[in-house]
C-alpha cells in the first residue's frame, strides 16, 4: 500500500468512456483539484482542460484516480506532438496539461500516472489508430518535479524545445508497451 492508503497504481479515466452521468460526476472532481502556486502557469485550470479536451476532435480529456478519489487530469491528443517540440504530429499522442492535484503531490503518483497514461495513450490508439508508436510531453525546464517525475516513469529526454509559452522545455518520449 502506497502513502495515505493508496494502493500503488494510479487509474486513467477517459472521460469520452463515460456516460453522462459518470462524466458529470468526474468533472465535479476535476473542479474540486488544486494546484500549488505558481504551477497554473504550466497547465492552467484543470477543470477548463477537461472541458476544452471534450470540445475538440482528437482531445482525450482523462482523469487520474488513486484509492478511489480524483487525484488529477491529463489530456491524451494525437495529431498534435509538435506543441512538445517532437518532429512531426503523426507518430507520437500529446500528454498535455499533466497535473496532481495539490494535496497528492510528493508521493510518487506523477510518476504512476505518467506512466498509466501511456498505458492509456497505446489502448486508444489501438481503437483509434494513428501510426503513433509512442507518447510525448513537454515539461518546463523550471519544473524539476515534474521532470523528474517523467524521467522516473520511464520517459527519455529529447532535447531542449524553446517553442513553449511558459519560457525552455524538455521533450521527453516514451514509446508503448506491446501489448501482451
Given at each position: 500500500m502506497g502513502t495515505d492508503g493508496f494502493p500503488g497504481s494510479v487509474w486513467i479515466i477517459p472521460l469520452r468512456d463515460l456516460d453522462a452521468?459518470?462524466?458529470?460526476?468526474q468533472l465535479d472532481a476535476v473542479a474540486r483539484l488544486r494546484l500549488q502556486p505558481g504551477q497554473e502557469r504550466f497547465?492552467?485550470?484543470?477543470?477548463?482542460?477537461a472541458l476544452t479536451g471534450l470540445a475538440e476532435e482528437g482531445r482525450h480529456p482523462c482523469v487520474m484516480e488513486a484509492g478511489g478519489r480524483a487525484i488529477g487530469v491529463l489530456t491524451l491528443q494525437?495529431?498534435?506532438?509538435?506543441?512538445?517540440?517532437?518532429?512531426?504530429?503523426?507518430?507520437?499522442?500529446?500528454?498535455?496539461?499533466?497535473?496532481?492535484?495539490?494535496?497528492?503531490?510528493?508521493k510518487g503518483l506523477g510518476t504512476l500516472g505518467a506512466a498509466a497514461a501511456v498505458v492509456a495513450a497505446g489502448k486508444l490508439?489501438?481503437?483509434?489508430?494513428t501510426g503513433a508508436s509512442g507518447v510525448v510531453?513537454?515539461?518546463n525546464e523550471a519544473n524539476g518535479a515534474g521532470l523528474a517525475a517523467y524521467l522516473k516513469a520511464g520517459f527519455?529526454?529529447?532535447g531542449q524545445y524553446t517553442g513553449g509559452s511558459?519560457?525552455?522545455?524538455?521533450?521527453?518520449?516514451?514509446?508503448f508497451v506491446k501489448p501482451q
Open positions: 452521468d459518470a462524466q458529470a460526476i497547465v492552467g485550470d484543470p477543470l477548463r482542460m494525437s495529431g498534435a506532438a509538435t506543441l512538445a517540440g517532437w518532429p512531426d504530429d503523426g507518430s507520437a499522442w500529446l500528454l498535455r496539461g499533466f497535473l496532481v492535484d495539490r494535496r497528492h503531490q510528493g490508439e489501438r481503437r483509434h489508430p510531453l513537454s515539461v527519455v529526454d529529447h511558459a519560457g525552455p522545455q524538455r521533450t521527453l518520449f516514451m514509446p
